[in-house]
């Protein structure tokens, strides 16, 4: 069973920039496709990058486009969100999600379609 831990979260100011970290443990890693969600207070999570296996192919959230990028390092088992130009409205706890097995592609900006959720780390972008 692979284990998700979210790491560099933190506090930064607008048009600042951050990193996340998505730490997996399970050797099957690297089989899986992996996503970026978040949610902010009274919203409903919502979907913000994803990575094939391979990392090949990816995929953002319109509000994201241009500003994040998702990659991974399947010899580290580890996931990144470099999160760049941050506005106050990227406030929101950040989470990791490995795909379900078999997952098609078009359908992984649904959060019904991962299994496995990391804690989550809270990205605050406030003057």
């Known amino acids: 069973q692979v284990q998700l831990v979210e790491s560099g979260g933190g506090m930064v100011q607008p048009g600042g920039s951050l990193r996340l970290s998505c730490g997996a443990s399970?050797?099957?890693?690297?089989?899986?496709?992996m996503g970026w969600f978040r949610q902010a207070p009274g919203k409903e999570r919502e979907f913000v990058a994803v990575i094939s296996w391979s990392g090949g192919s990816t995929d953002y959230a319109d509000s994201v486009k241009g500003r994040f990028t998702v990659s991974r390092d399947n010899t580290k088992t580890a996931v990144y969100l470099q999160m760049n130009s941050l506005k106050p409205e990227d406030t929101a706890v950040y989470y990791c999600?490995?795909?379900?097995?078999?997952?098609?592609?078009?359908?992984?900006?649904?959060?019904?379609?991962?299994?496995?959720w990391g804690q989550g780390t809270q990205v605050t972008v406030s003057s």
């Open positions: 399970g050797r099957t890693f690297t089989s899986y496709d």
């Open positions: 999600a490995k795909a379900r097995e078999g997952s098609t592609w078009r359908f992984l900006r649904y959060p019904s379609r991962y299994d496995v």
